[in-house]
Structures are given as structure tokens and as C-alpha cells.
Nanobody, 127 residues
Framework: QLQASGGGFVQAGGSLRLSCTASGRTISTSTMAWFRQAPGKERVFVAAIRAMMRSSSTHYSNSVKGRFTISRDNAKNTAYLQMSSLQPDDTAVYFC????????????????????WGQGTQVTVSS
């Protein structure tokens, strides 16, 4: 089970940090990702962090690279998405997702690769 939190309302240029806490699974031996879904649009990949055995490599969509950072606190079994320089186009419901440690890089971007999802947290960025 995944519990996402940290969403809110922020002005353009501001920052937010999302959290996703897992129960029943160890995130350090899994692939953790964030996706987002804007109104009327598909759910799309934002960022992922691979398992420790995969060097905990991080991957980002082009639209957030350089502005967002995904990280993980193994002791808390929690992943984070630090979002900076937020823009109105970042407005969406953000979902965390968990997959196994065998996901290849090309699979990270595909929502069907993940077998567990959080409930979503709303991020609204005003201009």
C-alpha cells in the first residue's frame, strides 16, 4: 500500500515536496516512480528511482528534468519528489507507483510496469 501526501497550492516559481510512504513492501528493493495526470489528459511519467541493486539510478521526463528531484529514505520506507520552479503546466494529480526491481529503463516510463499505486495528491500551480 502506498500513501502519497504533500500536494497543495503554490504560485509559479514556487516549490513543493511530495512524499510517498510504502507499507508491506520495501522500496529500496523496488522501483519507485511518480506519474501525474492533468484534467482530461493521460497519466504520464514524471520520475523514477530504481532499486539499490540497480544503483538507485534516477530518471526524469524531459519536462521536469533539472527542476524535480526524486529521492528515497530507506529507513522511513518513503520516497520523495522535490519540485522546484513550478509552472502552471505542472498542475496535476500526482501519483506514486511501485514496481519490481527488474524493470528495464525503457519500462520505467510505462504506467503498466507498476503494480501498486498511491491515491494521488493534487498539485495546483497558479500563474
Amino acid at each position: 500500500q502506498l500513501q502519497a501526501s504533500g500536494g497543495g497550492f503554490v504560485q509559479a516559481g514556487g516549490s513543493l515536496r511530495l512524499s510517498c510512504t510504502a507499507s508491506g513492501r520495501t522500496i529500496s528493493t523496488s522501483t519507485m516512480a511518480w506519474f501525474r495526470q492533468a484534467p482530461g489528459k493521460e497519466r504520464v511519467f514524471v520520475a523514477a528511482i530504481r532499486a539499490m541493486m540497480r544503483s538507485s539510478s534516477t530518471h526524469y521526463s524531459n519536462s521536469v528534468k533539472g527542476r524535480f528531484t526524486i529521492s528515497r529514505d530507506n529507513a522511513k520506507n518513503t520516497a520523495y519528489l522535490q519540485m522546484s520552479s513550478l509552472q502552471p503546466d505542472d498542475t496535476a494529480v500526482y501519483f506514486c507507483a511501485l514496481g519490481n526491481d527488474r524493470l528495464i529503463v525503457s519500462s520505467l516510463y510505462v504506467k503498466d510496469s507498476y503494480d501498486s499505486w498511491g491515491q494521488g495528491t493534487q498539485v495546483t500551480v497558479s500563474s
